[in-house]
């Protein structure tokens, strides 16, 4: 059965810390693995991984995966407290294009 | 600037209600996928269509839901009879027919069902 899992599921840090995401994953003809940020409202797309080892960056978050441990993990440094929000990890798999199966994500809440 | 719309934003109904929630996917995206997000299960995907045909509903209660496309720019998710454990927000996701998967959600239709 194809599952995505997220830890940890919650974590709370001071602005200015640096925190480690990660999602573990085990699905079918994997395709790449997608990043999203879901804060009130839908989520909103971080990054997308398709090779192993190439970092992945923009600002203060990076992502990287490692497809023969079948894991990523997304980095924020310097958190600020508008970094507070769920971040999803889904692997997109499958033919033709592929569907996306979400992690439980995970609640990153960034206090001043 | 594209996005993908939804309707109603929120919707409270009593239990036996017809619920219909509305997407209109991003001009030009082949592909809409129906998610139903709830705090125990997460993000779900219920159903997918692509350039309008159903692809795969296997997420779906067949009892109750149907969701069709009935043209390029809008797509429908119906419940009949709703139930209280339908509340959810239920989100439209667009995709394009690049190799590029990003998926673009709506805002989403918070649903309460009494």
């Known amino acids: 059965e194809d599952k995505v899992v997220q830890s940890p599921l919650s974590l709370v840090v001071h602005e200015g810390d640096t925190v480690t995401l990660n999602c573990s994953y085990e699905v079918t003809n994997f395709r790449s693995l997608l990043w999203y940020k879901q804060e009130k409202k839908a989520p909103t797309f971080l990054f997308m991984l398709?090779?192993?080892?190439i970092e992945k960056k923009s600002g203060r978050l990076s992502s990287i995966l490692d497809k023969k441990e079948l894991f990523s993990i997304l980095n924020i440094t310097a958190t600020q407290t508008g970094d507070s929000a769920i971040y999803l990890c889904?692997?997109?798999?499958?033919?033709?294009?592929?569907?996306?199966?979400f992690g439980k994500g995970t609640k990153l809440s960034v206090k001043p | 600037d594209a996005r993908v719309t939804q309707t109603p934003r929120d919707k409270v109904t009593e239990m036996g209600q017809e619920v219909t929630m509305r997407c209109q996917p991003i001009?030009?995206?082949?592909?809409v996928f129906w998610y139903r997000q709830t705090m125990m299960q997460g993000l779900e995907l219920l159903a997918y269509?692509?350039?309008?045909?159903?692809?795969?509903d296997s997420g779906m209660p067949k009892d109750r839901f149907s969701a069709e496309m009935p043209d390029a720019t809008l797509a429908t998710l119906k419940i009949q009879p709703s139930e209280p454990r339908d509340s959810a927000v239920y989100f439209c996701?667009?995709?394009?027919?690049?190799?590029?998967?990003?998926?673009?959600f709506g805002p989403g239709t918070r649903l309460t069902v009494l």
């Open positions: 996701a667009s995709r394009g027919s690049g190799l590029n998967n990003e998926q673009f």
């Open positions: 269509f692509r350039n309008r045909a159903p692809l795969d």
């Open positions: 889904a692997p997109n798999y499958g033919g033709s294009q592929g569907n996306l199966i």
């Open positions: 398709t090779s192993s080892g």
């Open positions: 001009l030009g995206h082949n592909t």
